[in-house]
Nanobody, 120 residues
Framework: QVVLVESGGGLVQAGGSLRLSCAAS????????MGWFRQAPGKERETVATSWTGGDTYYADFVAGRFTISRDDAKNTVYLQMNNLKPDDTAVYYC??????????????WGQGTQVTVSS
């Protein structure tokens, strides 16, 4: 089992930046694909970005070069740097671990989420 704890969410104005962190315990993330996902009120959870063990990354189209996923296996932590935030980015952001892939169903272990609110 992988225990994941997200942090770094908060309230930011449009155009601002936030960096989310996801600290893992119980297992080394070097063995897992890691991903960031988000869920806005009244909407389904969606993939934001994923990072696979081989180094490949995937970004949803709406990221459009604004977000960067990175992982520090030595610290057992995954990050999501979010720049040029928009009000539509407001959501609860979740970190997850699994065999890897771009779909939510590819991920087994989930954090509790961190709220990101972008004001206009």
């Amino acid at each position: 089992q992988v225990v994941l704890v997200e942090s770094g969410g908060g309230l930011v104005q449009a155009g601002g930046s936030l960096r989310l962190s996801c600290a893992a315990s119980e297992r080394a993330i070097s063995n897992y694909g890691m991903g960031w996902f988000r869920q806005a009120p009244g909407k389904e959870r969606e993939t934001v970005a994923t990072s696979w063990t081989g180094g490949d990354t995937y970004y949803a189209d709406f990221v459009a070069g604004r977000f960067t996923i990175s992982r520090d296996d030595a610290k057992n932590t995954v990050y999501l740097q979010m720049n040029n935030l928009k009000p539509d980015d407001t959501a609860v952001y979740y970190c997850a671990a699994g065999p890897g892939g771009t779909y939510i169903g590819d991920y087994v272990y989930w954090g509790q989420g961190t709220q990101v609110t972008v004001s206009s």
